[in-house]
């Protein structure tokens, strides 16, 4: 496995743990009749990170077998990790503070966590481009 790979792979472990700690106060929020926007909101911390993380391990393991110059493996791997830390604060700070973070708009909690999530959206939407025009290159 490459330095890159590993990168990805400690990173992706790193999100997956925040997203299996964010399951503690779901399980809280459910068990103590919290409101439905709230159970949501950890829910999505919980299995959105969980699925993040899992997903940028499994990027990992089939990294090397990408024909990929080292300029777009760096492109995937570091858009994969910022994507997955935008995500990290978004998702749980959200669900904390009870804000979606779908506009900008105020409070500044909310501006927080709609950046977080661009953050996210952006880092995963380049990687999976990449990732596909890696996928595409090999197989050609």
Not at 103 to 112: A, I, L, R, Y
């Amino acid at each position: 496995m490459n330095q890159l790979a590993i990168h990805l792979t400690l990173h992706g472990a790193i999100v997956l743990l925040i997203g299996l700690l964010s399951g503690i106060p779901y399980g809280t929020a459910i068990t103590h009749k919290k409101s439905e926007d709230i159970v949501r909101g950890w829910r999505v911390a919980h299995s959105g990170l969980s699925m993040g993380g899992t997903t940028m391990i499994a990027i990992s393991a089939v990294l090397s077998n990408l024909e990929l110059n080292p300029v777009l493996g760096a492109i995937l791997v570091w858009s994969s990790v910022i994507s997955g830390y935008g995500f990290c604060i978004a998702l749980p700070y959200g669900a904390w503070m009870g804000h979606r973070g779908l506009t900008s708009e105020k409070p500044v909690q909310n501006k927080v966590v709609y950046t977080g999530n661009m953050i996210g959206a952006i880092g995963s939407l380049i990687s999976t481009l990449v990732l596909v025009f890696g996928c595409l290159i090999t197989i050609w």
